[in-house]
Nanobody
Framework: EVQLQASGGGLVNTGGSLRLSCVASGFTFDGWVIGWFRQTPGKERVGVSCITGNGEITTYADSVKGRFTISVDNAKNTVYLDMNDLKPEDAAVYYC?????????????????????WGKGTQVTVSS
């Protein structure tokens, strides 16, 4: 069974850091693109960052460039999102997903390519 498990969320002060982890089971990242999306109440899910399974290509939303870093550890079947200098506007539920078609609707996280898997979210709260 294919599963993605996100973890690492929590409460942090403005300017603080968190590391989110996304562990995959039932498949390997080879040939996939893995992404992090976030969603706040009343808004659509939107892409934050994504990475190819081999780690060679990364993409970031403009709002997180220079502060967030995505990486992949294929030995652990895990994708990480290191979030630094967190701001109140970064507060959201963060989801990881894997898409065989590379998220053709990026950064729109509300549309499915039909070849994607999504994990449950992890809450990030940033206090001002």
């Amino acid at each position: 069974e294919v599963q993605l498990q996100a973890s690492g969320g929590g409460l942090v002060n403005t300017g603080g850091s968190l590391r989110l982890s996304c562990v995959a089971s039932g498949f390997t990242f080879d040939g996939w693109v893995i992404g992090w999306f976030r969603q706040t109440p009343g808004k659509e899910r939107v892409g934050v960052s994504c990475i190819t399974g081999n780690g060679e290509i990364t993409t970031y939303a403009d709002s997180v460039k220079g502060r967030f870093t995505i990486s992949v550890d294929n030995a652990k079947n895990t994708v990480y999102l290191d979030m630094n200098d967190l701001k109140p506007e970064d507060a959201a539920v963060y989801y990881c997903a894997a898409d065989l078609l590379g998220f053709p609707f990026w950064p729109d996280g509300a549309k499915s390519s039909g070849e994607d898997y999504w994990g449950k979210g992890t809450q990030v709260t940033v206090s001002s």
